[in-house]
């Protein structure tokens, strides 16, 4: 199972990196040194709280641990507290292929712990266990001289749980690369892409006042109730490759006590755009909300529409994934694959490394 994750992120370097047919099969032949390399880098991955914001130990660590396996290692400053990590072997900067994913994760912070196959811990799939196989990847098939100076990069970012912070700068660094490995949980399945993602937050403004005398005040409660049935009837665009657009009401605040009209009501809301782009789907979102309850405001977050992703990799099961990733941060007209260990079925909730590990390679499509 562990060989696994190893065998398939090192299948996925070695098809996109070598165009032979013969060599599109999970590689059986792993020294078994590397799975306990890979099981212990993971574990201190994941021993160190890295939540997005404070990444810090993290990234020294990985520099500490990239240049004590010969890379050279360069940090890239995102903030005066943050840095992005670059690796890569021997002088070449420039590398035909990069694999990356990101080293934060959401809150809170959760230990380590590992029972027989199953790993538990904050960070173990998302996105933990794909930095740990692709730097066992690039070691074990640097050492293989399957690959050399020149080929492989390797970048771990900060921020992507919060909008790609962390990968927007990497665009300063002028660096481009024919192919982009984005190593996220994908069940070891090539992602053919991804739904983009919006939000917006609803915000009523009512008049308090003693809910014996509903019409000396105006409920925001009531404004906002009436305006997310609304939205609860609206049908978005949905496509047969990415499927439907879900909207997710995901907080709501309002009021102060029973026998108060509430002055004040919000809701925070989440879309998963399967088709269209961020733009029309605001302007449905806001018609549909407006005509509902005309004086509510809405302030929508930036958004993109879905993402197309390369997943032109024989031997894969393909997959759309109904989450966001760094792909779209990262400009250029690399060839772009998604792929890594682990489900994010369980990413939220913490998940365990030992089942459906997940590598994705996706052809997507333009924006
Ligand atoms: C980073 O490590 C230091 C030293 O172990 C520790 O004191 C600090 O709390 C850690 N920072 C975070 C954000 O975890
Ligand atoms: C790193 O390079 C040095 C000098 O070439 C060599 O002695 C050492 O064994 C290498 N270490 C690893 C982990 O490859
Ligand atoms: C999309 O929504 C329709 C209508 O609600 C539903 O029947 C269908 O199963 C949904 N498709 C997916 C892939 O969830
Ligand atoms: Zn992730």
């Known amino acids: 199972m562990k060989n696994l994750i190893v065998a398939a992120s090192l299948f996925l370097a070695h098809s996109v990196i070598t165009t032979s047919a013969s060599t599109q099969q999970p590689?059986?032949?792993?020294d078994t040194s590397f799975t306990s390399s890979l099981i212990s880098l993971h574990k201190s991955l994941v021993e160190i709280p890295s939540i997005s914001g404070a990444e810090r130990n993290v990234s020294s660590f990985l520099i500490?641990?990239?240049?004590s396996k010969n890379f050279t290692v360069k940090s890239q400053a995102v903030s005066e507290t943050r840095e992005n990590v670059l690796a890569y072997s021997g002088r070449s900067l420039k590398t035909r292929t990069l694999v990356t994913s990101h080293i934060d994760t959401v809150p809170p912070f959760w230990p380590y712990e590992r029972?027989?196959?199953e790993i538990w811990g904050r960070g173990t799939v998302d996105?933990?266990?794909?930095?740990?196989?692709?730097?066992?990847?690039?070691?074990?098939?640097?050492q293989s001289s399957e690959i050399s100076e020149g080929d492989v990069g390797l970048l771990f970012v900060v921020g992507e749980e919060r909008g790609g912070e962390g990968m927007r700068v990497v665009n300063d660094l002028g660096l481009s690369w024919d192919t982009v490995?984005?190593?996220?949980?994908?069940?070891?399945?090539?992602?053919?892409?991804?739904?983009?993602?919006?939000?917006?937050?609803?915000?009523?403004?009512g008049k308090a006042g003693h809910s014996g005398y509903p019409e000396l005040g105006k409920s925001a409660t009531h404004m906002l109730?009436?305006?997310l049935a609304a939205l609860d009837g609206l049908t978005l665009p949905s496509s047969e490759r990415f499927g439907n657009t879900t909207i997710n009401i995901g907080k709501l605040e309002g009021g102060v006590a029973a026998n108060v009209i509430a002055e004040d009501a919000s809701a925070v809301v989440s879309i998963r755009v399967a088709a269209g782009n961020a733009k029309e789907i605001s302007?449905?979102?806001?018609?549909?909300?407006?005509?509902?309850?005309p004086d509510i405001q809405i302030d929508f977050t930036l958004g993109i529409g879905p993402v197309a992703i390369d997943h032109d990799v024989d031997g894969f099961e393909t997959a759309v994934?109904?989450?966001g990733t760094d792909i779209p941060a990262l400009k250029g007209d690399h060839k772009r694959y998604l792929y890594g260990p682990g489900t994010i079925l369980v990413a939220s909730i913490d998940f365990t490394l030992g089942i459906g590990p997940v590598a994705i390679d996706h052809d997507v499509d333009g924006e």
């Open 27 to 30: 590689l059986h032949d792993l």
């Open 64 to 67: 500490e641990y990239m240049k």
């Open 115 to 117: 029972h027989g196959d």
């Open 127 to 142: 996105a933990k266990g794909s930095v740990a196989s692709q730097i066992i990847a690039v070691e074990s098939l640097l």
């Open 181 to 205: 490995i984005f190593g996220e949980p994908t069940e070891l399945k090539l992602a053919s892409g991804h739904k983009g993602g919006m939000g917006f937050t609803l915000k009523a403004k």
């Open 225 to 227: 109730i009436q305006a």
């Open 283 to 293: 302007e449905l979102v806001e018609k549909t909300i407006h005509d509902a309850v």
């Open 321 to 323: 994934m109904n989450y």
